[in-house]
């Protein structure tokens, strides 16, 4: 149903537009915070990034919706993308509003299960996918630690070879700017690319992952200012060395992911490097930031599933299936 197909299509670029601004704070804060790059220079950095990451990253991600749950009646198919995602995109916007950080994926999959499960066979699922994928949400943030404590101590190591504070300097301004463009790249191929996924039941690949890029580097422009300077100054309160470590440590993760085609969730991941980091201070900011993780993993899949229950409903009422 064309019009199905067009409402994904629209859905898919304000899904991006959304993801891209709230999941790239961290990585434009960075760069915003440090004054390692003029603002502007910044802002063009990320939404270049992202773009890229997005067009290119995402390839690996095709089948990360649209492959993994699959029927012969596309009508039903699209309806159950359609609100899965809209149901996901609008409780991740305001959970995160809220102040609980959310991961997309962590949305659309429980959703995408429980669809599938009342609809007597008239929808597939890969569940094996389904499985590992949520085991992943749980081991990821746990090697996302270890590989920025990892990373951290041998680039200590290695700034602390050079004793001139110049060279140090510009040490520290390659680590950031680096950590800004991977963690931006990353985000763009895998949390954008999982709504790339479900924008390929409108349109060839070749057209939805720029579209959707697009989308989302107006996103870094549009709707991440506020988000980036907070989030940023708490990230560097880290300390350089730590911040970077913790970002591109948790990247390392998410890029191995990505090109499995496993959609983790970026956040969490992220954030397991930044608490790994907060380790050699456990303070009331850690406990926070944990309290904040645990209340992710709970609220949001059961927001979202009862939304999109609501919405399939609606949908199918409408068309009569």
């Known amino acids: 149903m064309e019009i199905l197909e067009y409402s994904i299509f629209l859905l898919g670029l304000i899904s991006s537009f959304i993801v891209g601004g709230n999941n790239s704070a961290t990585s434009l804060g960075i760069l915003i915070s440090t004054n ?27 089948n990360s919706i649209y492959g993994t749950i699959y029927s012969r009646n596309l009508d039903m198919l699209e309806s159950a993308v359609f609100s899965v995602l809209f149901a996901s995109v609008i409780a991740f916007y305001y959970l995160n509003k809220l102040g609980i950080p959310s991961s997309l994926s962590q949305m659309l999959y ?18 094996v996918k389904f499985w590992f994928t949520v085991t992943s949400w749980g081991f990821s943030p746990l090697l996302a630690i270890v590989s920025s404590i990892t990373l951290y101590l041998a680039i200590r190591r ?8 110049f060279s140090q300097m510009k040490i520290y301004k390659f680590l950031i700017v680096f950590s800004s463009i991977f963690t931006t790249f990353v985000t763009g191929a895998n949390a954008i690319g999982i709504i790339v996924s479900a924008g390929l039941l409108s349109a060839p690949f070749y057209l939805v992952a720029p579209a959707y890029g697009i989308a989302s580097a107006l996103g870094i422009y549009l709707s991440s200012k506020k988000a980036s300077i907070v989030v940023g100054f708490r990230v560097t309160r880290l300390g350089y060395i730590s911040a970077t470590s913790a970002l591109v440590g948790s990247d390392i993760i998410s890029e191995i992911f990505t090109l499995l085609g496993v959609p983790i969730s970026i956040t969490q991941t992220t954030m397991g490097g930044i608490i790994g980091l907060s380790f050699r201070s456990f303070g009331y900011d850690v406990k926070k930031q944990l309290s904040q993780v645990a209340r992710g993993w709970g609220i949001s ?12 409903g609606v949908i199918r009422s409408v068309l009569g299936f």
């Open 36 to 62: 390692a790059l003029k603002r502007k220079y910044s802002y063009l950095l990320s939404a270049l990034t992202i773009f890229v990451g997005v067009s290119l990253g995402s390839y690996s991600m095709q």
């Open 110 to 127: 429980p959703s995408m299960a429980v669809l599938v499960l009342i609809s007597r066979g008239s929808l597939g699922f890969n569940w």
């Open 158 to 165: 290695l700034a602390l070879k050079r004793k001139d504070l």
């Open 301 to 312: 899949p059961l927001v979202a599933i009862i939304s999109s229950l609501a919405a399939f």
